[in-house]
T-cell receptor
């Protein structure tokens, strides 16, 4: 079975704090993709990153960084020096190989609140 | 903005009615996927259309059906609405199966 677990339901931080959102996944496939999406109050899911299962290099994009560890089936997301505009619900998602049904399997999301 | 548009933005229906939701894909994208997001939950995959053919379906009953048109826009139809169908319906387009999916703003459906 394929599953994504985001154990943190809600996180509150004060502006400029660093925050890490956890994501643990389950799959029997050797090839898969992992994603992070941001959902602001408006509702639209905003794509942040896509990572191939064979690429375990960490990635940094501005204040955002991602730590992919295949050994622990985790794909964690860190925001450095958080800002009020980072307040949103963040979803981690898993996608099976393209020869299977092409769908995104989402976790239940982590609501991040950044206070000024 | 992704260039994916959805209409209407909000909709109120009563139980037993039928509803049609519409999605225009991003320019150059030939694949559209639909998701249902209940309050406080992650989106759940309904189905995907690729070049006007259904290309995979999630665990949704047959009263959820869809279409994709030659311009790659898509419709989601739900018959015999139930109260539990109240949700945010999200459409995503991609350049093909397996490519990154980019989402529209969603349609909020309330069934009374």
């Amino acid at each position: 079975a394929q599953k994504v677990t985001q154990a943190q339901t809600e996180i509150s931080v004060v502006e400029k704090e660093d925050v890490t959102l956890d994501c643990v996944y389950e799959t029997r496939d050797t090839t898969y993709y992992l994603f992070w999406y941001k959902q602001p109050p408006s509702g639209e899911l905003v794509f942040l990153i896509r990572r191939n299962s064979f690429d375990e290099q960490n990635e940094i994009s501005g204040r955002y960084s991602w730590n992919f560890q295949k050994s622990t089936s985790s794909f964690n997301f860190t925001i450095t020096a958080s800002q009020v505009v980072d307040s949103a619900v963040y979803f981690c998602a898993l996608s099976p190989p393209s020869y299977n049904t092409d769908k995104l399997i989402f976790g239940t999301g982590t609501r991040l609140q950044v206070f000024p | 903005e992704t260039g994916v548009t959805q209409s209407p933005t909000h909709l109120i229906k009563t139980r037993g009615q039928q509803v049609t939701l519409r999605c225009s894909s991003q320019s150059g994208h030939n694949t559209v996927s639909w998701y249902q997001q209940a309050l406080g939950q992650g989106p759940q995959f309904i189905f995907q259309y690729y070049r006007e053919e259904e290309n995979g379906r999630g665990n949704f009953p047959p009263r959820f059906s869809g279409l994709q048109f030659p311009n790659y826009s898509s419709e989601l139809n739900v018959n015999a609405l139930e109260l539990d169908d109240s949700a945010l319906y999200l459409c995503a387009s991609s350049g093909g199966p397996g490519e990154t999916q980019y989402f529209g703003p969603g349609t909020r459906l309330l069934v009374l």
